[in-house]
């Protein structure tokens, strides 16, 4: 019997039933070949991540100096900014909320560009910046983008369910 079977990262070609067995899960490539005879197993090309960001940033013209800020600030996000991100942006996105997008000299935690507006993650360290955030919104308000901000202290109060909302009312709120 000639089986194809794609394990894991692997895609691996042979002649021995036994590849059908759910229990071979998780093996490696290495344990596939020294398990199973007149096989051949091959590595599975990786298909690169589309990062949405990335192509709203290189589409608006933006430097790759500052495109790589923008990767920077994604891959190391306050933990404040990815209960945020796991709450609203990874799954269901249906606000098109964009992460660490530079607008007027700053970096905007959530941007929908659909509805020019942006959700500041409001984490511990922003209590000692208040006047740099107000000066940032005034800012942002005169090239039209509007501003939610969440604070540890709305999670306190609410459900997750409850910041979803509050999200979706001040998105939609055009």
Not at 124 to 146: C, F, N, V
């Amino acid at each position: 019997m000639f089986v194809i079977r794609f394990q894991g990262d692997y895609l691996v070609l042979g002649a021995n039933p036994e590849l059908l067995n759910p229990s071979t899960k998780g093996t490696t490539g290495n344990d596939l070949l020294s398990s199973f005879h007149r096989c051949k197993i091959f590595p599975m090309a990786k298909e690169p991540e589309i990062i949405a960001e990335d192509i709203y940033l290189e589409d608006a013209g933006v430097d790759q100096a500052t495109i790589d800020r923008s990767v920077y600030f994604r891959e190391n996000m306050s933990t404040f900014e990815k209960k945020i991100w796991d709450l609203v942006g990874k799954e269901s996105n249906h606000w098109d909320l964009l992460r660490q997008i530079p607008m007027g000299g700053y970096f905007l935690d959530f941007y929908s560009p659909t509805h020019m507006a942006c959700v500041e993650a409001d984490g511990p360290d922003h209590i000692k910046t208040k006047e740099h955030d107000d000066a940032r919104d005034i800012e942002l308000s005169k090239q039209g983008i509007r501003t939610l901000r969440i604070t540890p202290a709305d999670f306190r109060r609410g459900r997750p369910l409850d910041i979803l909302e509050m999200i979706s009312n001040f998105l939609e709120s055009d």
